[in-house]
């Protein structure tokens, strides 16, 4: 099993480009999570998901959307990037515990 | 606002030292989870508890929901348990401690 994979590991982004962030988990969970990671801040959630075709907005949603259209793959658009936007993301997936990917470093210039 | 508080930020130890890393929250909570975070960046969960005690090796979650407290117990430290230990709560949504970062020194 991979467990969750996340793509791209890195990216630069001008202000106001778009990108999609890819989750992927081959768990078979039900609930799936996005979170960014600033310094002095600790994770904060930003959108989740308790199934497919379900999404809610977690703490830090402004900015973000996502989408559920396959159990196992949550997705993470940024439509117009904001320099307030890098961070480091990080997708998690669960039934009880977390289970995380390895994180993708984005900075927008 | 802080829902969830770590203490200490902080915290060298010798090997072989006993540790302990406490976390306060203020919101009702359907569980609680101690994370590990290593310098490399990747995150793994340690221990999920709603109620009680859990022990997994040399280490010890312990939790009281009255008091809305929860500690991290690490014994017999090794050099390898230096990482950021995480606390985070769940109620409908996940609320994070902003890390208590140990290293232990050989």
């Known amino acids: 099993n991979a467990g969750v994979t996340q793509t791209p590991k890195f990216r630069v982004l001008k202000t106001g480009q778009s990108m999609t962030l890819l989750c992927a988990q081959d768990m078979n969970h039900e609930y799936m999570y996005w979170y960014r990671q600033d310094p002095g801040m600790g994770l904060r959630l930003i959108h989740y998901?308790?199934?497919?075709?379900?999404?809610a907005k977690g703490e830090v949603p402004d900015g973000y959307n996502v989408s559920r259209l396959k159990k196992q793959n949550f997705l993470l658009g940024l439509e117009s990037a904001a320099p307030s936007q890098t961070s480091v993301y990080f997708c998690?997936?669960?039934?009880?515990?977390?289970?995380f990917g390895p994180g993708t470093r984005l900075t927008v210039t | 606002k802080n829902e969830v508080e770590q203490s200490p930020q902080n915290l060298t130890a010798q090997e072989g030292e006993f540790i302990t890393i406490n976390c306060s929250y203020s919101v009702g909570i359907s569980a609680l989870h101690w994370l590990q975070q290593h310098p490399g960046g990747g995150i793994v969960s340690l221990f999920m508890?709603?109620?009680g005690k859990k022990k997994h090796g040399r280490l010890i979650a312990t939790i009281n929901i009255q008091e809305k407290h929860s500690s991290l117990h690490i014994t017999a430290s090794h050099p390898r348990d230096s990482a950021v230990y995480i606390c985070a709560v769940q109620d409908h949504q996940f609320y994070f401690g902003t890390g208590t970062s140990l290293t232990v020194i050989p």
């Open positions: 998690a997936s669960s039934r009880g515990e977390q289970y």
């Open positions: 508890l709603s109620s």
């Open positions: 998901s308790v199934g497919e075709g379900t999404t």
